[in-house]
């Protein structure tokens, strides 16, 4: 996993890293210039884009004066915007070799360039993840001016004006990429940094790895070495007994279609059998569509009327287009009050638990509650921001002892144990009808083959983020994507994570 330290935490990583290596922090500053010049190097050819690098005063701008140097010793036209003057004792080093460079011209402000085309490159090396929030009104003129530039924008850890942890408003750099030194930062997972972001990779320079567990990180980026591992491997002799037996709640008068996707991902997902308690009216589809599954047909023509026992199953999940009427919240209500077996929480179920806080207390220990943002906000009680969102998830995880995972862009896994995982897979043709009920089917089939809860909470965002960027590249684009391609590409993600095993 890659941490998402605080900004006030990096430094720390520094500092650490130079006791424990030991290592001089101009060596630290030289791994980065390594690391952004192979970069720039590999992507854009010194014949053909011309370079502008604005500098500031502190380290990030010592890293953009070392890329400087490096640049026009491999041949490229470089111009340094020199903002102020430096103040730490790397930046001046690196600026004492900026003027032995004769090739490359030096600009100070309130000069500013002229004559950029749309293939230079406009380097934003002003201010790193450790400056202090807001603009000051020179760096704000710089920061416009930079935005109206032609070029391809590159900011070198943050972008100018980005908070570490939240979108502080305009004015910021709008880069198209984004070169995070060593870690990316928590703002680059909100949707209102998305247009200061642009693209963003990771340039590892070797920080000692024992920092973030004494700084007691508890907010961590999932890697496909994370999640493979938990994948396990079926016995030859296993059968649809040992496999588990999962039941599903779910569909309603026009939402049928929610319990289809649901009950059709469970069985993709590996569980051995499955059963779908749903309204009579829903018996003929499910049977034509999925005839793998057996099916429990609610007394109630449109809607869930009755509770379910949940003895004898491996596995509950509820909600998947069930409705809010009071008929099915009270069955809801029941069922909840008997729950014996691990349990996952969607859409309509969660709704209701919205309404009925009190409700609260009836849910198992590491129960798994899957809303999308709006839902979030009724299930808390009140408006949240994307960055407020953080801290309010943590808490209602811990509070009340479940796994709750956060749908969207970046999907957030908070756990009763105070971390948040990022899960990195998944693409906007996702943002389509039926894609969380195709998750709800999956994780309930994880738990009823006998994953714990957080393994379970795990895999299964994984490999459906995994699966729909599998289905994207299939199609070709992400618009043509529907709910109904995640499933059909959930073998390939299996096989993603564990390619000897299904050879």
């Not at 928590?186 to 940094?193: H, I, Q």
Request: aromatic share 6%; net charge negative; charged share 15%.
């Amino acid at each position: 996993m890659i941490p998402l330290l605080d900004s006030g935490e990096i430094p720390g990583w520094d500092a650490f890293t130079i006791r424990h290596e030991p290592v001089t922090s101009m060596a630290l500053m030289e791994r980065a210039v390594d690391r952004l010049f192979a970069w720039v190097e590999a992507g854009f050819p010194a014949y053909r884009h011309p370079v502008l690098i604005a500098v500031g005063p502190g380290n990030n701008g010592g890293d953009g004066l070392g890329l400087a140097c490096r640049l026009v010793e491999a041949g490229y036209d470089v111009t340094v915007w020199r903002i102020v003057e430096g103040r730490t004792p790397e930046h001046l080093v690196q600026w004492q070799k900026v003027l032995c460079h004769k090739a490359i011209r030096v600009l100070q402000w309130p000069e500013v360039p002229e004559n950029e085309t749309p293939q230079t490159l406009v380097i934003d090396a002003l201010l790193g993840s450790g400056a202090r929030p807001g603009l000051n009104d020179a760096m704000t003129r710089v920061v416009e001016t930079l935005n109206r530039m032609n070029g391809i924008r590159i900011s070198i850890d943050i972008p100018t004006g980005l908070g570490g942890e939240g979108f502080l408003g305009e004015p910021a750099f709008h880069a198209d990429h984004t070169l995070a030194i060593q870690v990316p930062k928590k703002s680059f997972f909100l949707p209102e940094s998305e247009h200061c972001v642009g693209q963003w990779e990771i340039l590892d320079i070797g920080l000692h790895p024992g920092y973030p567990a004494l700084a007691t990180c508890n907010t961590w980026l999932l890697e496909k070495e994370d999640v493979a591992p938990l994948l396990r491997e079926r016995s030859r002799f296993a059968h649809k007994g040992t496999m588990g037996h999962a039941l599903l709640v779910a569909g309603s008068s026009g939402m049928m279609g929610a319990a289809m996707l649901a009950a059709e991902a469970c069985l993709r997902s590996g569980c051995g059998k499955l059963t779908v308690h749903i309204p009579r009216e829903g018996v003929p589809l499910l049977h034509t569509r999925i005839p793998e599954a057996l099916v429990n047909a609610d007394p109630h023509r449109s809607c869930w009327s009755e509770p379910v026992v949940s003895n004898g199953f491996q596995a509950l999940g509820i909600g998947c287009g069930t409705g809010t009427n009071l008929i099915s919240q009270r069955a809801l209500a029941s069922t909840l009050r008997e729950i014996q077996c691990p349990l996952v929480l969607d859409a309509d179920a969660l709704n209701a638990l919205a309404v009925h806080p009190d409700w609260w207390t009836f849910l198992p220990p590491g129960s798994i509650l899957t809303p999308h943002p709006g839902e979030f906000r009724r299930l808390a009680g009140q408006d949240t921001s994307s960055d407020t969102e953080w801290p309010l998830l943590r808490e209602m995880s811990v509070t009340h002892r479940v796994i709750i995972v956060l749908k969207g862009a970046y999907t957030r896994i908070a756990l009763p144990d105070g971390r948040i995982l990022v899960n990195p897979t998944g693409n906007p043709g996702m943002a389509t009808a039926g894609a969380g009920d195709v998750l709800t089917g999956i994780l309930t089939g994880m738990l009823a083959q006998g994953y714990p809860p957080e393994q379970a909470a795990m895999l299964g965002v994984y490999l459906h983020g995994w699966a729909g960027d599998l289905a994207r590249k299939a199609l070709g684009a992400c618009e043509a994507l529907v709910a109904g391609d995640i499933i059909h590409h959930l073998g390939h993600a299996f096989h993603s994570l564990h390619p000897r095993q299904y050879a």
